[in-house]
């Protein structure tokens, strides 16, 4: 007797592309070295080395201090320090204790019985600031003898600053600012490896186009694929920051929770590049030209998004075009959740910027895509 026929399970195809996508992953050891190992030796290089945080020292100012002496106008045209102003004092202090200023300065201005003026610089800081503290005390002191020099002979201006106020907070550790560069480093260039030469090799060999004569739905084809590298980069991820956290003292502000929403981070990360290497693989003509592509995209990135040190090294116009990168927007994100405690909804101009540039890859991906 003749079986009636049954509905397609676009379910169980979905699954099982999924799964054969995974177990291939798996089957090429050299993925597992370049998404795990690398990044692990990268984050103990790095995090070895000193400040990371770039050579611009953020300082804001009291109410009272005064602005009209000469060592407010040196501090003023230091080209390491960026004097910064805020009407809110509450929020001044949030930044200070989260560590994006280095230390809040009051500037105090006496005459003696002589009518002869000094200058007393007080110093506030917190253990979050600990990375840049030690090496800002140094450039302040030479500020100081820079600017009584400039007044030998005068004697107008004595000026002496104080052993700075340390509060303690959270400590900023190198690691800190070096994990989460490395996690986006790590998923920029795996994902888009991976994805741009399976997808150029499955068309190369005629799979996709029996997949799309089949009863499958594309988008099932694609996602199936696209999941399987999607779960093998949360894993690696998940690999990176237990490791940085357990073994380096990595920040987790809220634990698990703040781990979780790195990876919430990671997975609209993913998505994105998943669709690079969507057209990638679609434009490139052979396989030889397809690290040509990755490296084009990728290695600006990797400069330019401060991933190994703060894009404030850079002048200022292209501090604008670094800012627009998505993996600036990635790294600001996870650098936020993890140290500074803050939430997803918390980074929402970074995940809008990624989400902008989420949609431009797809439309670009959807009208270069190639099944044969």
């Given at each position: 007797?003749?079986?009636?026929?049954?509905?397609?399970?676009?379910?169980?195809?979905?699954?099982?592309?999924?799964?054969?996508?995974?177990?291939?992953?798996?089957?090429?050891?050299?993925?597992?070295?370049?998404?795990?190992?690398?990044?692990?030796?990268?984050?103990?290089?790095?995090?070895?080395?000193?400040?990371?945080?770039?050579?611009?020292?953020?300082?804001?100012?009291?109410?009272?201090?005064?602005?009209?002496?000469?060592?407010?106008?040196?501090?003023?045209?230091?080209?390491?320090?960026?004097?910064?102003?805020?009407?809110?004092?509450?929020?001044?202090?949030k930044?200070?204790?989260?560590?994006?200023?280095?230390?809040?300065?009051?500037?105090?201005?006496?005459?003696?019985?002589?009518?002869?003026?000094?200058?007393?610089?007080?110093?506030?800081?917190t253990?979050?600031?600990?990375?840049?503290?030690?090496?800002?005390?140094?450039?302040?002191?030479?500020?100081?003898?820079?600017?009584?020099?400039?007044?030998?002979?005068?004697?107008?201006?004595?000026?002496?600053?104080?052993?700075?106020?340390?509060?303690?907070?959270?400590?900023?550790?190198?690691?800190?600012?070096?994990?989460?560069?490395?996690?986006?480093?790590?998923?920029?260039?795996?994902?888009?490896?991976?994805?741009?030469?399976?997808?150029?090799?499955?068309?190369?060999?005629?799979?996709?186009?029996?997949?799309?004569?089949?009863?499958?739905?594309?988008?099932?084809?694609?996602?199936?694929?696209?999941?399987?590298?999607?779960?093998?980069?949360?894993?690696?991820?998940?690999?990176?920051?237990?490791?940085?956290?357990?073994?380096?003292?990595?920040?987790?502000?809220?634990?698990?929770a703040?781990?979780?929403?790195?990876?919430l981070?990671?997975?609209?990360?993913?998505?994105?590049?998943?669709?690079?290497g969507?057209?990638?693989?679609?434009?490139?003509?052979?396989?030889?030209?397809?690290?040509?592509?990755i490296?084009?995209?990728?290695?600006?990135?990797?400069?330019l998004?401060?991933?190994f040190f703060?894009?404030?090294v850079?002048?200022?116009?292209?501090?604008?075009?670094?800012?627009?990168?998505?993996?600036?927007?990635?790294?600001?994100?996870?650098?936020?959740?993890?140290?500074?405690?803050?939430?997803?909804?918390?980074?929402?101009?970074?995940?809008?910027?990624?989400?902008?540039?989420?949609?431009?890859?797809?439309?670009?991906?959807?009208?270069?895509?190639?099944?044969e």
């Amino acid at each position: 007797m003749e079986q009636p026929n049954q509905k397609y399970s676009q379910t169980k195809a979905l699954w099982a592309i999924t799964k054969a996508s995974f177990k291939a992953i798996f089957a090429n050891p050299s993925a597992i070295i370049f998404s795990v190992l690398f990044p692990i030796i990268f984050i103990l290089i790095f995090g070895a080395f000193g400040n990371g945080g770039g050579v611009t020292y953020h300082v804001a100012l009291t109410e009272n201090s005064d602005t009209s002496n000469f060592f407010y106008a040196g501090l003023k045209q230091a080209p390491a320090i960026r004097v910064l102003r805020y009407a809110d004092t509450s929020l001044l202090n949030k930044d200070l204790q989260k560590g994006k200023i280095t230390a809040v300065l009051s500037i105090v201005t006496e005459k003696d019985s002589l009518q002869r003026s000094s200058t007393k610089v007080f110093v506030r800081s917190t253990t979050a600031s600990a990375n840049t503290l030690g090496s800002f005390m140094p450039v302040l002191d030479y500020l100081r003898l820079k600017i009584e020099n400039a007044q030998a002979g005068e004697r107008e201006s004595l000026i002496t600053i104080a052993e700075p106020e340390i509060k303690e907070v959270r400590k900023y550790r190198q690691i800190d600012f070096i994990l989460p560069g490395q996690l986006g480093f790590s998923i920029l260039f795996s994902t888009l490896f991976g994805i741009a030469f399976t997808f150029f090799g499955l068309r190369e060999q005629l799979v996709l186009k029996r997949f799309y004569a089949s009863p499958v739905n594309r988008i099932n084809i694609l996602m199936g694929i696209g999941m399987s590298r999607l779960f093998f980069q949360l894993m690696n991820v998940i690999v990176l920051i237990f490791f940085g956290h357990y073994v380096l003292n990595f920040t987790l502000v809220n634990g698990y929770a703040t781990a979780g929403e790195m990876l919430l981070v990671t997975v609209i990360m993913l998505f994105q590049l998943m669709g690079v290497g969507l057209i990638f693989s679609s434009i490139s003509k052979s396989d030889t030209s397809i690290p040509l592509l990755i490296n084009l995209y990728g290695f600006p990135q990797m400069m330019l998004s401060g991933t190994f040190f703060s894009i404030e090294v850079f002048p200022g116009w292209l501090q604008e075009i670094c800012r627009v990168l998505p993996l600036t927007q990635y790294n600001d994100a996870m650098r936020k959740i993890a140290f500074e405690g803050q939430s997803v909804f918390d980074c929402g101009r970074e995940i809008g910027i990624l989400a902008i540039w989420m949609l431009i890859t797809y439309a670009i991906a959807i009208k270069v895509l190639k099944w044969e």
